[in-house]
């Protein structure tokens, strides 16, 4: 996996939004967004077809920009859709199975620390998910954070593992996390709840974009 694809993550769902998600999505894309997650949970998610079609439209957009298009968790969707690839934690179904679904579409799989890094690669991951980094407010069953130590941690051990880094994240935190050994950033509300999405996106983008040439000087 090219690792600049994790730069700048965004993940959404309809109940994130409080405006219509393909606005969003559009705003984020134009912003500089590298990669995207349709993460349609909560109270009022969409189901069935209605979750479908959102994601379909959602997918639509993605593909005009090339902007790889994940679906969170559900396997099935991803492969009804033909998406680019699938991201599981460790409650979801088992990485290694959803490997064998997928072929070679991109597999993300959540870890909280080393041992779980080790068994995403040892299953045939693409790109681990490390969370959540800071206290988060749009994950109601994240575990307790981890903070910017366990990048550090895990950048020592796994030299190579592509890690985008999520829970919490900010403009005021992102240079931080890539410092700290982060390929990425992976944010729902910094920018969802932007008053300016397009703006804030491009500020984020360049945050890790000018953290991560330092990191390479
Ligand atoms: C990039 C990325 N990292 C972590 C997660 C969290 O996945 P999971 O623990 O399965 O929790 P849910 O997102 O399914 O609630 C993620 N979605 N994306
Ligand atoms: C989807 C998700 N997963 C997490 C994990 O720790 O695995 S934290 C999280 C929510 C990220 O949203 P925000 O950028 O608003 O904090
Ligand atoms: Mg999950």
Known sequence: MMKH????????????CTRDPLTVLDEAIQGGITMFQFR?????????????????????????????????????????????????????????????RIGDKYLGVSVHNLAEVRQALAAH?????????????????????????MIEHIRTYEKHVPLVAIGGITEQTARQV????????????AICRAEHICEQTKRLYETVMHAKRRGDG
């Open 178 to 189: 890539i410092e700290a050994g982060a390929d990425g950033i992976a944010v729902i509300s």
């Open 125 to 149: 991951a693409d790109y681990v998910g490390l969370g959540p980094i800071f206290p988060t407010v749009s994950k109601d069953d994240a575990k307790q954070a981890c903070g910017l130590a």
């Open 40 to 100: 349609e949970k909560g109270k009022k998610a969409l189901t069935g077809l209605e979750k479908y079609r959102l994601a379909e439209k959602l997918f639509e957009r993605c593909k005009d920009h090339n902007i790889p298009f994940i679906v969170n968790d559900d396997v099935d969707l991803a492969l009804a859709l033909q998406a680019d690839g699938v991201h599981v934690g460790q409650d979801d179904e088992e990485a290694a199975r959803v490997r064998d």
């Open 5 to 16: 694809m994790l730069s700048l993550y965004f993940i959404m769902g309809s109940g994130d």
